[in-house]
């Protein structure tokens, strides 16, 4: 057959992804034929069909060009350890691409490879493919979102379904989410739309090449008769221009986030993982070393750049491109991911590709995640709201201790310590209240009446506006957030474990009796299951600390949303990032949310 002949042939879904271009020029055959043989690298034999830059006419006048390239490769099969002769799959592949002058679509099955040819280009602006298929009667059927959240034990990703979700999905808390995915319904014509990839996908019948291309054409036209309009999707966070905001960017913290990769993994995607020294691979576990990175790390400015503090890779940098944000490492640029197709990709480059982290700068206001810059006003925009949650005591100006010293005759904990701070303030307003430190603890303190459920979490450190011993509290305590409604699996292990005494870290046995207030454990867990019906119960979170003064926190902050310069700027940056993010993962699951410091 001929080419003609074969791409008649040929049926596509309405599925692409848009891209802009910084100039009016046509792409050269020489980068097409380049992006098609790194995209063809595992090819077997010659390319079944080998399309370059075919002009082409639509209706209205408007030339374009295409290209289009099918070709066959050989793959293991996954259930196989090692290759034998004739287990072979053969997959086929196909890559297209259609050059608007000013945009590119691309359609692709089973194509890897071809990043360096997607860099020259940019993906559709945030607020463009959000706006260009919503009207006021359009119906948002799905939405998966990724968290700016950048608290360890904050849940990273949600997706949430309804028959229209504008309807009954409040806008309040959504500020804090990007939006990766939706799915909207305009007359019955469902279109599911990739924010962070720029992948457009029109649901409905496969059609044949022409119909494909007209369809990429009217899709062009609406991107570039974008008109900014205000919709449920304007809810969630909106990005501004990076380039505009890059010479005035001071990285001072950043999150890798690698839920991506775990759920490649469980999707049985990544085959194995390795290090390739002198053309040598050495497999290794990547699970086990990633691991290390799952904790916000400090951005330090040195002679080479941004460095990433990290005990694991002493290399490890942002790089601030002319567009994006990248990780850099020479050493990790050795370990690789291989999947299933077999193609293999250096694990930078897969956080890269993916997005796989979240950055935070000296403007409190700035924070970058999925290869987009976001601004959020409502940090500074409302310090007095803020800073209700701080409640001062001056008894915890004169703390000593977490928890003070024992002995086996013990039956409390030492005075001006934290633990005998929250029992002597707080014990009184509940019916029970419980010490359920060390072990699977949900909290240092429960406490236990008929209007509230209340977990209190405690910290001591001589230190003075730390953000690391804040955000360890923190994290502890949006670990935990679930257990404000345990499930009754949990409740035998309790029941035991608080029946006995306090034992120390230090494995010293007290008198100190868990069940702080209260008559014994069967009677606790009773009450506690009973309090899990009540209808208008609240629930209620306590961090208690001695090394953050309220007022102290509070000048720092006008002297932040003020432009000022001080000494603990950029630990306090990072103390309003942890206190919004517990607020908010609070504020998600229906509790309150205080922290008890000094005045």
């Known amino acids: ?28 055959k020489r980068d097409i034929n380049e992006a098609f043989k790194d995209a063809s690298r595992e090819k077997q034999g010659h390319f079944l069909l080998n399309v370059v830059k075919e002009p082409y006419k639509i209706i209205d006048g408007k030339d374009i060009f295409y290209s289009i390239a099918v070709f066959k490769y050989y793959r293991k099969p996954t259930f196989i350890e090692e290759e034998i002769a004739g287990w072979e799959e053969i997959k086929l592949a196909y890559i297209c691409i259609l050059d608007f002058e000013n945009h590119v679509v691309i359609a692709k099955k089973n194509i890897s490879g071809i990043k360096d040819f997607l860099d020259k280009f940019d993906p559709m602006d945030y607020n463009v493919i959000t706006s260009i298929f919503t009207g006021d009667e359009t119906i948002f059927e799905k939405a998966t979102m990724n968290n700016m959240n950048i608290a360890n034990n904050a849940i990273r990703q949600k997706s949430l379904e309804s028959t229209d979700l504008k309807e009954n999905l409040p806008a309040l808390g959504l500020q804090g989410y990007i939006l990766n995915n939706v799915r909207v319904n305009n007359d019955d014509d469902k279109i599911s739309l990739s924010v962070n990839s720029s992948r457009i996908n029109k649901f409905g019948s496969k059609n044949n090449f022409e119909t494909f291309i007209k369809w990429s054409d009217k899709i062009v036209d609406r991107i570039i008769n974008y008109v900014p309009r205000t919709s449920f999707l304007s809810s969630f966070a909106t990005s501004v221009d990076y380039v505009k905001y890059k010479d005035q960017l001071f990285p001072i913290s950043i999150l890798i986030v690698l839920s991506k990769l775990y759920s490649d993994f469980e999707e049985n995607k990544i ?21 290390n990175f799952e904790r916000l790390l400090s951005v330090n400015i040195e002679a080479n750049g941004y460095k990433i503090q990290s005990t694991i890779i002493n290399d490890l940098y942002l790089s601030l491109n002319l567009k994006s944000i990248t990780l850099k490492s020479t050493k990790l640029a050795n370990v690789y ?39 959020d006003s409502r940090l500074l925009g409302n310090i007095d709201a803020f800073m209700k949650i701080f409640i001062p005591f001056n008894e915890l100006r004169t703390v000593t201790s977490e928890k003070g010293t024992f002995n086996s005759s013990s039956t409390k904990f ?67 957030l679930g257990n404000l409604s345990p499930s009754d699996n949990q409740w035998p292990l309790k029941e035991s474990f608080w029946a006995k005494n306090y034992i120390s870290s230090k494995g010293i046995q007290t008198n100190i009796k868990r069940i702080r207030k209260g008559s014994n454990s069967a009677d606790t867990i009773d009450y506690f299951k009973t309090l899990r019906s009540y209808a208008n119960l609240k629930k209620r979170v306590y961090v208690v600390i001695n090394f953050i003064s309220k007022a102290e926190l509070a000048d720092r902050l006008e002297k932040l949303k003020d432009g000022e310069d001080f000494a603990e700027r950029n630990e306090v940056i990072q103390i309003l990032w942890f206190v919004s993010s517990l607020i908010s993962s609070c504020f998600e699951s229906g509790s309150e949310i205080y922290i008890c410091c000094k005045p």
Not at 12 to 22: P, Q, T, W
Not at 278 to 289: A, D, G, H, S
Not at 418 to 438: H, M, P, R, T, W
């Open 337 to 375: 991911i291989q999947f299933e197709n077999d193609s293999k990709t250096p694990i930078l480059q897969y956080l890269n590709w993916n997005k796989s982290f979240i950055i935070t700068f000296d403007d409190p206001e700035l924070v970058y995640c999925n290869r987009k810059l976001f601004k």
């Open 271 to 291: 085959e194995r993982c390795f290090v390739k020294i002198k053309n040598q691979e050495r497999e290794i576990n990547l699970i086990k070393v990633v691991k």
């Open 414 to 480: 030492s005075s001006n310590s934290i633990f005998d701070f929250v029992e002597n303030n707080y014990s009184n307003d509940f019916d029970y209240f419980i010490c359920d430190d060390l072990g699977r603890e949900w909290a240092d303190h429960i406490g236990l009446s008929d209007q509230s459920i209340s977990f209190f979490h405690s910290k001591y450190n001589n230190s003075i506006m730390s953000a690391s011993d804040l955000h360890e509290i923190i994290g502890q305590a949006q670990k935990n």
């Open 1 to 28: 057959m001929e080419d003609d002949d074969l791409i008649e042939n040929i049926i596509l879904n309405e599925n692409a992804y848009f891209y802009i271009k910084d100039n009016d020029r046509f792409i050269t």
